[in-house]
């Protein structure tokens, strides 16, 4: 499902859809088999700092919070135009900042799963700021994702059209400001100038696509949110089976 919509995207992203491609969020039929493992005594940050504030980009895109060296590493795959991705930050992201990544007995890392330009747009500017400030823009993604969608559907479709035929270096800016992205992102932090500057760049586009469909390959991801735990994929999307899953395997 999910490749062959990135088919269609291709990586100078020339063709991307301009339909909102919800279909493949949802829960993954993949299993991750079992984990285990003993408790895990809390790792102290650096004298001065806390573990939650340490975010930095890993090598394959994502952005990771947390202990680098952590036993227990958490990756999401997640969209930003996926309700079922909302709703798992909605329910998980005090505790999974403020307990297991504080603790230092996990890292969490999300990596952008774009499926449509809308996504893509939305990827390309919660990127534009610091490292600290993304999950932060994440999640006020989004809690706001209902409106931002509706706001993309409202746009007229020809605008969409004319918008799509542009060169990468306008195409995505042209996206923000027909979906009032512009405005929502710079009421929290990433100024106008700051996001045009950041779409202008068709190679980050690019990367985006290209991550997406390599790791779709690589990793099998077939629906949105994803979960990787120390490299095994899981077969489990709700906080409450990963929280579970994470003591298992010894946060607690």
């Not at 493949?24 to 650096?46: H, N, R, V, Y």
């Not at 007995?105 to 747009?121: A, G, H, I, Q």
């Not at 586009?205 to 779709?216: F, H, I, M, Y």
């Amino acid at each position: 499902m999910i490749r062959h919509t990135l088919r269609h995207l291709g990586l100078g992203v020339l063709a991307i859809p301009l339909v909102l491609g919800l279909s493949a969020c949802g829960k993954s039929d993949e299993s991750g088999g079992t984990l285990s493992g003993e408790p895990i005594e809390a790792i102290a940050p650096p004298d001065g700092e806390s573990w939650q504030d340490m975010v930095s980009v890993t090598e394959e895109g994502g952005y990771r919070m947390g202990n680098p060296e952590a036993p227990i590493k958490l990756i999401e795959y997640g969209s930003l135009t996926c309700p079922h991705c909302a709703h798992f930050t909605e329910e998980s992201s005090d505790e999974l900042r403020d307990e297991f990544v504080a603790s230092g007995r996990v890292s969490y890392e999300f990596r952008n799963f774009v499926m449509n330009p809308l996504d893509l747009t939305m990827a390309m500017t919660v990127r534009c700021g610091s490292p600290q400030s993304f999950f932060a823009l994440v999640e006020q993604t989004f809690a706001n994702q209902t409106t931002l969608i509706d706001n993309w559907s409202k746009t007229d479709e020809a605008a969409l059209e004319q918008a799509n035929g542009l060169p990468p270096e306008q195409r995505y800016q042209a996206f923000a400001q027909l979906a009032g992205l512009d405005e929502f992102y710079a009421a929290r932090g990433i100024s106008t100038d700051q996001s045009m500057t950041c779409l202008a760049d068709g190679q980050t586009a690019e990367a985006l696509v290209k991550a997406t469909s390599e790791q779709s390959e690589e990793f099998d991801i077939t629906g949105t949110p994803s979960f990787m735990v120390n490299g095994q994929k899981l077969d489990i999307n709700t906080w409450a089976e990963v929280k579970a899953r994470l003591e298992t395997l010894g946060a607690r």
